[in-house]
C-alpha cells in the first residue's frame, strides 16, 4: 500500500488489496471447513457446549439446534421470533447492521453508476492511476460529470433519513413494549424499583426510608433495601469461593495432592500436608468467620436498624436463613417467567379513553337539567384542549406536572403540562393540560389517610425534623440480646446507596421523573439497573465522589486524544516499510513484490486492532476500578462512548498521515487548508480502510462462526490438565453462553458505517466491501444470538440504539460536511451550493426527531403506567431477595459440587 500522507501525487495500487483478500479467503474457507466438521459430529454426538451453548440454560427462548443450512434459517427468521429469543437489545444490534447492509446494497447500486463515469474522467496524473481510476480524483475540476455525484448524494442521503425514520419509528414501539412490560427473563421486580444514590445519613435505614417513600406514596412502597459497606465480609466470601476451587479441585484428583503451608511460597516450601484436610478446615473457618460478619449487618426486614447517635452500633437474631422457594433467579422465578407479552404492540402505545371508565351519567349532571337543547353550530360554544385540574395534595399536583403523562410513537399527539399559580395561595394547585391525557392515574397518588405535608413547611429545608420516627422502632430493631458493637471493629456500616421497589408501576415512574428534593447535592433517584447486571462489589461507593472521579478521568481521556497520533503514526508507517528500512539505513526492497503487498496491507490493520483492544481494556478497568460503575450496563455505557470518540479520532488521523503535529505548523498559518488536506488525503487512504473492511469482515465472521479461538483454549486446556482433575463446577462453567460486549462490539461496526457513508461519492467502490461486511456480519451475529450467545442483562435497546444515535447522526453531519469541502475542492461552486440541501434537510430531520420521540423514551409515561396497573392489579408477591447483596444471601453461598461421573466424556468439554 502507498503511503499515507496528505499528498495527491501518489499512485495507489490494488496488490495490497489483492493480497488481503486471497489471506482471508484461505482463513475463512478452513475456518468455515473446521465449523462444518467439528458441527456435524457434535450433531452426531448430541454435544452442546460449542455450537449450542443456549440450549443448556435458554432452550426455551432458541430454535431447534443443528438446524441444517443454518445461514438460510437464521435469514429467514422472523422479526418477532428474532425478538422473542434474543431480547431488544440484540435485536436492535442486528436492525443495526441490517441498516448498514441496506445502506450499503444501495451504495453499491450507485457504485455501478458512478465507477465508469469517474474512469471515464480527463484528469490524469499519479494519483489518477492504479486504484484511484475508479475514484473521484479521476473527475477533472468542475467537469460536469460532479452533477451526477450530487445526485447520487441526494438519493444516498435521502435513503438514510428514511431508513432512520423507519427504524426509529418500530423503535418506538418495542421500547414502549419494553418499558411496560419488561423482558421475560428478567424479574419482574426490576420494572417496580428506583435506584437512590446521596440517601441522608438519617435516612440509612430501611425502616426509615420505607417511611419516608410512604408519605409520598401511600400504600404504594413494597421494600427497601440499604446496601452496606462491608469490605471485610466481601473478602471472606471471594476468598472461601476460592478455597471451594481449590477442594474441588484437589477431590477431583485420583491421588491425594499435598499442599505447603506456613512459608512463604505455597508450591515450595512450608509444611507438607494433606490438601483435602487443609481446605476442608480452612472453608470451615471461613465459614464462621461469615456467620460472624453477618450477625452484625443489618438485615432486610427483620434486621434493619440505624441508631441516630455518632456511635452506631449492630444487632442481630442470628444469620439470614431464607427459604430456597424465595430466591428468584431466572430459573426460580415462576411469576418472571409465565409473565406474557402482549402481542399487538399498538396496544401498547395508544392510550385511550377505552383504558378509563366514564359514566355517562356524570356528563349529563355536568350539563344541567335547566339547560335545552343547544345547537352547537349556532352558539358556537365547543369545548377546547385546555382544561384546569385541581388536586387536594402537593404530591399529587408535582407527579402530575413533572411526569410524562403520556407519549405516542414517533411525534404523534402528546399531552403537554405545566403549572399555574394565582400567585395569592399555595393551596391553589392547577395545571394546564391535554384532555385526553386526565386519567384516573394520577387520583391513586393522593392519600388514603387524610394525611398531607403541610403548606408552611420551609421550601428548601426538608430533612429529619419533618418525618416522624418512633425511637421504640429503633430499640426493638436493635435487639435486647445483643450488646452494642462498635462499627469501627467490623467495617461494616450502610452507605449511601439504597433500593425502593414500589407496588404499582405508576408510583414508580413517578419517583422516577419527579425531583423528590429541593437540590442536587440530596437524594437523586434513577431507574433500577437489572439486577443480573449490577457490579456488587461498587455498589457502595459514594455518587459524588464517583461524579468526581469521571471528571479527572474525563480530562486524561481528552488529553489523551491528543497524543492518540503518536502511536496512529507508527501503526501508519508500517504501510511503508521502505521508509521504515532508509530510516533504519538499510537498503529497500521491491515494493512490486507480492509479499511486500501481503505486508504492508495486513501488518498496519492487525497493528490497529491490537492497539484498539488494548484501550478498550484500559477504558473498562477504568470504568470498573476507578470510576467504579455500579453496573455493566453503565460499564458499556461508558466505554461505547469513550472507545466510539476514539474511533472517530482513528479516522481522521489515518487520513491526514497518522500525525497531526506534522501539519501543525501549516494549519496555524492557514487554518482553511485543514479541510483541503483532509480532503486531499482520503483517496490515498482508502485502500488502508478496504484492508480493514477486509479483515474485519470476512476473517472476523469465520473466526465468530467457527468457535476456532474458544476451542483452542479448550483443548490447551485438557492437554495441560489431565480429564480427571477437572472438576464438575468447570465444566458447568463451559456450559454458560458468552455475552457480547456491546462498548466493543458497536464502535466497531460504527467505524465501518463512518468509512462507507463517507466514501460513498468520493470512492464508490468502497461500498461494495460494506456491503460484504455488513450482510456477513449480520447472518453470522443472527445465528450466533440465536444459538451460541447470550447476553448477561438487558437494557431495552438503551445500549444498541437509544444512546448511539448521536454518533449515527454525527457521522452523517461529518459525510455532509466533508462532501461540500470535496465540491468545492474540485471547483464546482453550484455542486457546493446544492450539497448543503442535504445538510440542512438532515439538521431538521434530527431536530424534528430529538423533540418529538428521543426525549420521550426514556420513561414509561404515566398514563400508560396507570392503564397497566389498572388492568392487572397492583403487584404484591416480590421477591424480597433480589437486590440484596450477595455476600447477605445465604441463597447464593457456594456449595461443594461431586463431579458426576456421567457428564465425564471425550466431548463433555469440547
Given amino acids: 500500500m502507498a503511503p499515507i500522507d496528505s499528498s495527491t501525487d501518489v499512485v495507489v495500487g490494488w496488490s495490497a488489496i489483492w493480497m488481503t483478500g486471497i489471506v482471508v479467503g484461505v482463513q475463512f474457507v478452513l475456518c468455515y471447513a473446521f465449523f462444518m466438521i467439528k458441527r456435524s459430529n457434535d ?15 435458554l432452550g426455551h427462548r432458541s430454535p431447534p439446534p443443528f438446524q441444517p443450512h443454518w445461514y438460510l434459517k437464521a435469514y429467514q427468521m422472523s422479526d418477532s421470533e428474532t425478538l422473542r429469543c434474543v431480547g431488544l437489545d ?16 444501495l451504495g453499491t447500486g450507485l457504485s455501478i453508476i458512478l465507477i465508469p463515469i469517474y474512469s471515464t474522467g480527463t484528469a490524469r496524473g499519479n494519483s489518477t492511476e492504479g486504484f484511484n481510476k475508479l475514484t473521484l480524483a479521476r473527475v477533472e475540476h468542475g467537469d460536469k460529470r460532479m452533477a451526477i455525484t450530487v445526485v447520487a448524494w441526494y438519493i444516498f442521503i435521502g435513503f438514510i433519513l428514511r431508513e432512520l425514520h423507519n427504524e426509529w419509528k418500530s423503535f418506538a414501539l418495542l421500547r414502549q413494549q419494553y418499558l411496560a412490560r419488561g423482558d421475560e427473563d428478567v424479574p419482574k421486580e426490576f420494572r417496580y424499583s428506583i435506584l437512590c444514590e446521596q440517601v441522608p445519613e438519617w435516612l440509612q435505614s430501611e425502616k426509615r426510608l420505607k417511611k419516608y417513600f410512604d408519605r409520598l406514596f401511600p400504600e404504594k412502597v413494597a421494600q427497601t433495601t440499604i446496601c452496606m459497606e462491608m469490605s471485610c465480609l466481601d473478602k471472606l466470601v471471594e476468598e472461601r469461593e476460592k478455597v471451594l476451587n481449590n477442594l474441588e479441585r484437589a477431590d477431583a484428583c485420583a491421588h491425594h495432592p499435598k499442599v505447603s503451608i506456613g512459608g512463604r511460597c505455597s508450591c515450595c516450601w512450608g509444611e507438607k500436608v494433606d490438601a483435602i484436610e487443609h481446605y476442608r478446615t480452612e472453608l470451615s473457618r471461613l465459614n464462621t468467620s461469615i456467620c460472624h460478619e453477618r450477625e452484625l449487618v443489618p438485615l432486610a426486614a427483620n434486621h434493619v436498624r440505624h441508631q441516630r447517635k455518632l456511635s452506631r452500633i449492630f444487632s442481630s437474631n442470628g444469620a439470614l436463613n431464607v427459604p430456597e422457594n424465595l430466591f428468584s433467579g431466572r430459573k426460580h422465578s415462576s411469576e418472571a417467567n409465565n409473565f406474557k407479552q402482549p402481542t399487538d404492540l399498538s396496544s401498547l402505545i395508544e392510550c385511550n379513553e377505552s383504558h378509563f371508565s366514564f359514566s355517562d351519567d356524570d356528563e349529563e349532571q355536568d350539563i344541567g337539567e335547566h339547560i335545552n337543547q343547544i345547537e352547537i353550530n349556532e352558539s358556537k360554544i365547543s369545548p377546547s384542549s385546555t382544561a384546569f385540574v385541581t388536586f387536594t395534595s402537593l404530591r399529587a399536583k408535582q407527579a402530575a406536572a413533572q411526569c410524562a403523562l403520556r407519549v405516542s410513537p414517533f411525534g404523534r399527539e402528546s399531552c403537554a403540562t405545566s403549572a399555574k399559580s394565582d400567585g395569592n395561595s399555595n393551596a391553589l394547585d392547577v395545571i394546564s393540560m391535554s384532555m385526553s391525557a386526565i386519567s384516573e392515574g394520577i387520583q391513586q397518588l393522593q392519600t388514603h389517610d387524610g394525611q398531607e405535608f403541610t403548606h408552611s413547611m420551609p421550601l428548601i429545608e426538608c430533612n429529619e425534623s419533618h418525618f416522624s420516627f418512633s425511637d421504640d422502632d429503633e430499640e426493638r430493631d436493635i435487639g435486647e440480646h ?5 462499627i469501627n471493629e467490623s467495617k461494616i456500616s450502610p452507605s449511601s446507596t439504597a433500593f425502593v421497589t414500589f407496588t404499582s408501576l405508576r408510583a414508580k415512574q413517578a419517583a422516577a421523573q419527579c425531583a423528590l428534593t429541593p437540590d442536587r447535592t440530596s437524594m437523586r433517584v434513577f431507574h433500577a439497573p437489572d439486577p443480573r447486571s449490577v457490579l456488587w462489589e461498587n455498589i457502595s461507593f459514594p455518587l459524588s465522589m464517583q461524579d468526581t472521579a469521571k471528571f479527572g478521568m474525563k480530562v486524561v481521556w481528552i488529553v489523551g486524544i491528543l497524543f492518540w497520533a503518536i502511536p496512529v503514526s507508527v501503526v501508519n508507517s508500517l ?10 539505513n538499510i537498503k529497500t526492497v521491491d515494493s512490486s513484490k ?8 495486513l501488518l498496519p490493520v492487525i497493528a490497529l486492532a491490537l492497539l484498539l483492544d488494548a484501550l478498550y481494556a484500559l477504558i473498562v478497568l477504568t470504568a470498573k476500578r476507578v470510576l467504579k460503575l455500579k453496573s455493566l450496563s453503565d460499564v458499556d455505557a461508558y466505554a461505547t462512548y469513550w472507545y466510539q470518540l476514539y474511533q472517530f479520532a482513528n479516522l481522521w488521523l489515518i487520513v491526514i498521515g497518522g500525525s497531526i503535529f506534522n501539519q501543525f505548523q501549516s494549519f496555524l498559518n492557514d487554518p482553511q487548508s485543514i479541510v483541503t488536506t483532509i480532503a486531499n488525503a482520503m483517496i490515498g487512504s482508502s485502500v488502508f480502510f478496504v484492508n480493514m473492511t477486509l479483515t474485519q469482515s470476512i476473517g472476523k465472521c469465520a473466526l465468530d462462526i467457527s468457535q476456532l479461538q474458544k476451542f483452542v483454549i479448550a483443548l490447551l486446556m485438557r492437554l495441560w490438565r ?21 462498548g466493543y462490539e458497536i464502535p466497531q461496526i ?12 468520493i470512492v464508490p467502490i468502497m461500498e461494495v466491501f460494506g456491503l460484504i461486511y455488513f450482510a456477513g456480519r449480520y447472518i453470522t451475529y443472527k ?3 440465536l444459538h451460541v450467545n447470550a447476553q448477561t442483562f438487558e437494557g431495552g435497546g438503551n445500549a444498541t440504539w437509544l444512546s448511539i444515535f448521536v454518533f449515527i447522526i454525527s457521522i452523517i453531519y461529518m459525510a455532509e460536511a466533508v462532501f461540500i469541502a470535496y465540491m468545492g475542492l474540485k471547483q464546482s461552486p453550484a455542486s457546493a451550493a446544492f450539497a448543503f440541501v442535504p445538510l440542512v434537510v438532515t439538521f431538521v430531520f434530527h431536530l424534528d426527531l430529538r423533540y418529538k420521540t428521543i426525549t420521550y423514551l426514556q420513561n414509561l409515561p404515566l398514563q400508560r403506567a396507570a392503564a397497566i396497573d389498572v388492568k392487572e392489579g397492583e403487584c404484591s408477591d416480590f421477591n424480597r431477595l433480589i437486590y440484596l447483596q450477595p455476600s447477605l444471601n445465604t441463597c447464593l453461598d457456594e456449595q461443594f459440587h461431586v463431579v458426576d461421573s456421567n457428564t465425564r466424556g471425550p466431548d463433555a468439554v469440547f
Fill in 482 to 486: 445483643i450488646n452494642q458493637i462498635d
Fill in 722 to 742: 489431565s480429564e480427571s482433575t477437572i472438576t464438575q463446577r468447570q465444566m458447568d462453567r463451559a456450559k454458560i453462553p458468552e455475552t457480547y460486549q456491546w
Fill in 90 to 105: 440484540s435485536y436492535m444490534f442486528l436492525r443495526l447492521l441490517r441498516f448498514g447492509a441496506r445502506l450499503t446494497a
Fill in 783 to 785: 445465528h450466533q444470538f
Fill in 575 to 584: 504501510a511503508n516499510l521502505n521508509s521504515i528500512l532508509q530510516a533504519l
Fill in 43 to 57: 450433531e452426531r454426538n448430541k454435544v452442546f457446549d460449542l455450537y449450542e451453548t443456549r440450549q443448556h440454560s
Fill in 750 to 761: 460504527l467505524f465501518i458505517l463512518m468509512i462507507v457513508v463517507l466514501y460513498c461519492p
Fill in 594 to 601: 507480492p509479499w511486500y503487498g501481503f505486508l504492508s496491507g
